[in-house]
């Protein structure tokens, strides 16, 4: 399947594409596109859209997009349920103390984008630290 989100990714952006590939669609396309361009591309592609204003796989009810897609394909895993406070932390600015790690992750995502200005060289490098830090919550659910 086809998925398009806003080009220069960042928090969201990245954890929602390592999402997609790892648990929902192993042979996912990402389009990254200007903002203004994403519903146009969705129509014209039939991509999927997130991480965008006013579609389903965005930020609705104190959840950021990460979360929604969790929601949307039933993933309960308390790892990646881990993971998401991560990521709601460090993507929502208002919540960014709600979670020790996510200023961290946040800082991490604006290196990867200061090294890695193009968007899918970025994200091919940030899944890195996606599936370690998927890791370090396996072991810290482990732990309980």
């Not at 203004?36 to 129509?43: E, F, L, R, Y």
């Not at 991480?51 to 790892?79: Q, R, T, W």
Request: charged residues 25%; contains cysteine.
């Amino acid at each position: 399947m086809k998925w398009v989100t806003r080009s220069h990714v960042h928090v969201d952006r990245v954890a929602c594409p390592w999402l997609i590939r790892r648990f929902v669609d192993n042979e996912a396309q990402f389009l990254l596109v200007p903002s203004s361009q994403v519903k146009k591309v969705a129509d014209e592609t039939g991509a999927i859209p997130f991480d965008v204003p006013e579609v389903e796989l965005g930020h609705h009810e104190n959840h950021c997009s990460f979360e929604s897609i969790m929601l949307k394909y039933g993933l309960k895993d308390p790892a990646l349920e881990r993971l998401a406070k991560i990521v709601h932390a460090a993507d929502v600015a208002q919540d960014i103390n709600n979670d020790p790690i996510g200023r961290g992750l946040d800082a991490i995502a604006v290196g990867y984008g200061l090294r890695y200005p193009d968007d899918e060289e970025n994200l091919a490098n940030q899944f890195e630290v996606y599936d370690a830090l998927y890791a370090w919550c396996r072991l810290q659910v482990a732990r309980g």
